[in-house]
């Protein structure tokens, strides 16, 4: 079992920055990779960022390419989603959720544990 808990979000302006964290327990952290994944009102899930588990691997939607950031540390157990030059169409709730495997991974499948979401709302 692991346990996912977010936090970070808020309400910001266009062109503001936030980090996400999301602190993790239950299974040894290192041994699995991490994502995240945001979801508009009225919209599907969709991926975010991920990391594998020594962190030497990422991947980005495109959206958020330059501007997103996804780390990790495993000796606090925590990911991290550096947000910068946030825009209005990042408006949504944001999850972390743990793979089940130690590989980086865009497929929303791979993912079998979830936090309950922060929400990060973008004004313009």
């Known amino acids: 079992q692991v346990q996912l808990v977010e936090s970070g979000g808020g309400l910001v302006q266009a062109g503001d920055s936030l980090r996400l964290s999301c602190a993790a327990s239950g299974r040894t952290f290192s041994t699995y990779g991490m994502g995240w994944f945001r979801q508009a009102l009225g919209k599907e899930r969709e991926f975010v960022a991920a990391?594998?588990?020594?962190?030497?691997?990422?991947y980005y939607t495109n959206s958020v390419k330059g501007r997103f950031t996804i780390s990790r540390d495993n000796a606090k157990n925590t990911v991290y989603l550096q947000m910068n030059s946030l825009k209005p169409e990042d408006t949504a709730v944001y999850y972390c959720a743990a793979a089940r495997t130690a590989a980086a991974t865009m497929n929303r499948i791979d993912y079998n544990y979830w936090g309950q979401g922060t929400q990060v709302t973008v004004s313009s």
């Open positions: 990391i594998s588990w020594s962190g030497a691997v990422t």
